[in-house]
């Protein structure tokens, strides 16, 4: 077990997986000269007009997660979209209808941080074009997504957007945030014991929960690639989401429920044996046959 999530209503929330962070810098390069002149295919010029693509991908996402239905259908990011609209019409019509989307169900684009200018002294030379522009993003790839086709969609962005074939080009910012695979445990007892053996232990306590998507990063992600079966899980229901806010607290009726709850957990999983591994390989190998 590894950290979740405070859950607003009555039921647990538990993280099989999460969403997959890739920052990435993008960099354009372009003629320098006086600021007086109009030169062409300036680096801004190519670094805006791919934010600009970034942020429609953005709001793309965005209106999925609050359930509204812009046109979208000639955008590089159609593809995503559609994956995304896909899978979590698959994840309601095995739970009982539509449910509301989670942020851990989309994938998340922030540009953090736009570079560009040429510097003397320490100060900006506000009368020359800069040579180079850069911009950082944050993007957090749903499990819904194929890792591969955000690859596709931010090399589409480039060509479409260089003034030249190689003026505009990403990389990825350290090793850390570089995946391009993701790894989730799977919420089904019938596949994953070691779940059902969760499930069993929350009936037995009469607590209702509900499988989702982390929206964010946690070390169980390393330990999913690793192949461990890892939950995410803190047993906080009615409870507003208040992780790393500066007041964050938590009830301390929720807090005492919540050390019951671990208990409860602990005893079950404690309680099995090297059988349940066992089993477990045995299913993950039918599977995947």
């Known amino acids: 077990l590894d950290e979740g999530l405070a859950s607003e209503d009555d039921e647990y929330s538990v993280f099989y997986g999460e969403r997959l962070p890739w920052w990435i810098t993008v960099t354009a390069t372009g003629p320098t000269g006086h600021g007086s002149r109009f030169l062409p295919d300036t680096a801004v010029e ?19 997660l609050f359930q509204n239905e812009p046109d979208h259908a000639n955008c590089a990011h159609a593809v995503v979209s559609k994956i995304t609209k ?3 019409e698959n994840k309601n019509n095995g739970n009982g209808g539509a449910k ?17 200018g040429v510097k003397a002294g ?5 009368n020359c074009v800069p040579p180079v522009a850069k911009a950082n993003m944050d993007i957090r790839i749903s499990p819904h997504v194929d890792p591969e086709e955000i690859r596709s969609m931010v090399n589409t962005w480039c060509r479409e957007c260089a003034a030249m074939p190689s003026s505009l080009r990403w990389d990825f910012i350290g090793d850390v945030n570089s995946s391009t695979k993701h790894a989730t445990t799977v919420p089904d007892a019938e596949v994953n014991p070691w779940y059902g053996c969760f499930q069993k232990a929350m009936e037995n306590m009469n607590l209702r929960f509900r499988p989702e998507v982390f ?6 992600r390393f330990l999913r690639a690793l192949g461990i079966r890892a939950l995410g899980f803190s047993p906080m229901r009615n409870s507003e989401i208040l992780l790393h806010e500066v007041d964050e607290r938590l009830k301390v009726d929720v807090f005492l429920e919540g ?3 671990f208990v409860g957990l602990i005893e079950e999983l404690g309680s099995v044996g090297p059988e349940v591994d066992q089993l477990a390989q045995k299913l993950e190998g039918a599977v995947k046959c």
């Open 259 to 261: 050390v019951e709850v």
């Open 46 to 64: 190519q670094i805006i007009a791919l934010s600009q693509k970034a942020l429609a991908f953005r709001q793309n996402q965005r209106d999925i």
């Open 86 to 88: 896909k899978a979590l």
């Open 215 to 220: 929206p964010a990063a946690t070390d169980s």
């Open 100 to 116: 509301k989307p989670n942020l851990g169900d989309v994938t998340t684009l922030n540009i953090t941080a736009l570079e560009a």
């Open 122 to 126: 320490g100060e900006y030379v506000v």
